[in-house]
């Protein structure tokens, strides 16, 4: 039997209409209240920014950080983990026991989000691209690599490998057999070793869709670097602040946002009726789902380049503003993340764990997971589960209007402190107040 | 820094208030399970198009569910419950029985044949 899913049958209860709107009164109060603050503190003449922004030094840690032994320790895992998937791919059965579709959908995906909240730069330490890169770069010896990346393209490529992968999770209608899986992940590695060799280093920092979505969540962490490149703990907004902007950055953001607004609005039964109108034929509501899934991205721009560049009232040029703030909507996105993923990445991901240590489906069981049964705790207990969805997407909204105001004030005129942050402020509960929306209506 | 402390206790005091008022009342009952009236869903194929398309049915937890499948060619059903079911229908009116939802959640109901959501289960 071909499963219609690879990953995830329950779904979550859409969050009590109470719970939205309590968690957008909150926000709304938040937002003026940091409004009040912040430019409370700046007429006051302070420095309104981050406290100690160069960050507490760690030498002895960054030395093992740093060291070549760390190094290949979580290269060696990254090159496990990929043997697997390589494994799972060509050996394992063309069915939803097959861990490839979770380990992809759920472990790479959802997962990259928490671990890089918490440890900074993982699928940097272990992307198999990275090492294999590395070891061709050995081969080749010393001397820079033959092409150089241009830095105007900046993050832009990265948005497109971004909306390749969404589509393939979201949009593709087949991404549950694992030719097409596997065909999507073989080309993403080829790309990446190409254009690692071709290009160096660089390319993959602005090109493999993982480690720049694990790269941009790990801004969040207390893990930082100086510009000399030492290891130093910082606070996560005073890292967030030495996020800058470049080519693409905003598109980077739009699309991880507009994706996961795409996942969560595709399923509610507005959408479905839309869709799967008699008078709809298959072919069209493909051709709706994928337009949707750029159209959202597109939306999520449009909205945010708007509300930022209203701000602009400075020497700053307007059409600078939207790239100079997009750091803000990083913590928005990881709120949303942990509330639409967190009972999905529980469940699926153990469920994963069970199917991972029965590969091939011969009774096998490696890792000691084959008869673990599934926690429904999330489903069990929906109060909590629904307390912690909004205070997520209340501590990303708080996070990412501080980190606009830090900016907002390095970037605004003295006079224009108030009025010039306004439409910022409305963008951003915006979009909270949508994203509770979305959890309410799917 | 005395401003923001005040602010910080109240955003406090509000979380605290909204989240005493919403946490009464909205707990999933554990009644025992009781499946004596069965949650009956008409479905209706008829070349490519179904009806529903997309609706939900509310479902009280432990209550168990049946298909009323009137079709014009055989096809199968494919419910998204954990293990996975599917069942297959013929020409004619089928009854698939999918026993009782023990555990709150969306259940989504798909037409394998035709690829479509046809209702979503809402377990509460």
């Known amino acids: ?442 | 820094m005395r401003l923001t402390a005040r602010i910080i206790a109240v955003v406090a005091a509000i979380c605290g208030i909204a989240s005493v008022a919403t946490a009464c009342g909205n707990d999933v009952a554990t009644e025992p399970s009781n499946d004596s009236n069965p949650v009956v869903v008409q479905i209706n194929f008829s070349g490519d198009s179904v009806d529903p398309h997309g609706t939900k049915i509310e479902v009280p937890v432990g209550h168990s569910v049946e298909l009323d499948v009137t079709a014009d060619a055989a096809g199968e059903v494919h419910v998204h419950s954990d293990p996975e079911q599917s069942a297959a229908y013929g020409v004619g009116t089928t009854r698939i029985s999918l026993g009782a939802f023990e555990i709150p959640g969306q259940y989504e109901v798909e037409s394998h044949t035709l690829g479509k959501t046809i209702v979503t289960l809402e377990v509460q």
């Open chain 1, 1 to 442: 039997m071909i499963l219609t899913h690879g990953v995830g049958g329950r779904q979550d209860l859409p969050l009590p209409l109470e719970y939205v709107i309590a968690g957008a009164v909150l926000a709304l109060l938040a937002s003026f209240a940091l409004l009040v603050v912040t430019t409370k503190r700046a007429a006051a003449g302070e420095v309104v920014g981050v406290r100690n922004a160069r960050g507490w030094p760690v030498p002895r840690l960054g030395r093992v950080v740093d060291s070549p032994a760390w190094t290949a320790l979580w290269r060696v895992v990254g090159m496990l983990i990929f043997a697997y998937f390589v494994l799972v791919a060509f050996a394992g059965s063309d069915n939803a026991n097959n861990p490839i579709f979770g380990m992809t959908y759920v472990w790479l995906w959802v997962g990259l989000v928490p671990f890089s909240l918490v440890f900074g730069r993982v699928y940097k330490a272990i992307s198999p691209a990275r090492t294999i890169v590395a070891g061709l770069t050995w081969l080749r010896g010393t001397g820079s690599p033959p092409l150089r990346f241009p830095a105007r393209l900046g993050y832009w490529p990265a948005s497109l490998t971004l909306l390749a992968f969404a589509w393939m999770e979201l949009v593709y209608p087949e991404n549950n057999y694992l030719g097409p899986l596997r065909l999507w992940l073989a080309v993403y590695l080829a790309v990446m070793i190409l254009g690692g060799a071709l290009f160096g280093e660089e390319f993959l920092e602005r090109c493999d869709p993982f480690e720049v979505y694990s790269s941009l969540m790990a801004r969040l962490s207390v893990w930082g670097r100086t510009s000399g490149g030492n290891l130093v703990l910082r606070t996560p907004l005073g890292n967030l602040d030495t996020l800058r902007p470049a080519p693409g950055l905003v598109a980077v953001v739009s699309v991880l946002f507009g994706t996961i607004v795409y996942d969560s609005y595709r399923e509610s039964p507005q959408w479905l009726q839309i869709v799967q109108n008699p008078e709809i034929s298959g072919a069209t509501a493909y051709l709706i789902n994928n337009i949707a899934l750029i159209a959202l991205p597109l939306l999520v721009a449009g909205f945010y380049c708007a509300g930022t560049m209203m701000t602009g009232v400075g020497d700053v040029p307007r059409r600078a503003l939207p790239a100079e703030l997009a750091p803000s909507l990083v913590p928005i996105i990881a709120g949303y993340v942990v509330a639409h993923y967190l009972s999905y990445f529980w469940e699926s991901g153990l469920a994963t764990l069970r199917n991972a240590s029965d590969p091939m489906g011969v009774g096998a069981d490696w890792f000691g997971t084959a008869d673990m049964p599934v926690s429904y705790f999330f489903a069990y207990h929906g109060t909590l589960l629904a307390v912690i969805k909004v205070t997520a997407v209340i501590v990303g909204h708080v996070l990412g209007v501080w980190s606009a105001h830090i900016r907002a004030l390095q970037v605004l005129p003295k006079e224009h402190l108030v009025i010039g942050q306004v439409p910022l402020l409305i963008t951003m509960v915006g979009f909270t107040v949508g994203g509770l929306y979305l959890l309410f209506a799917a």
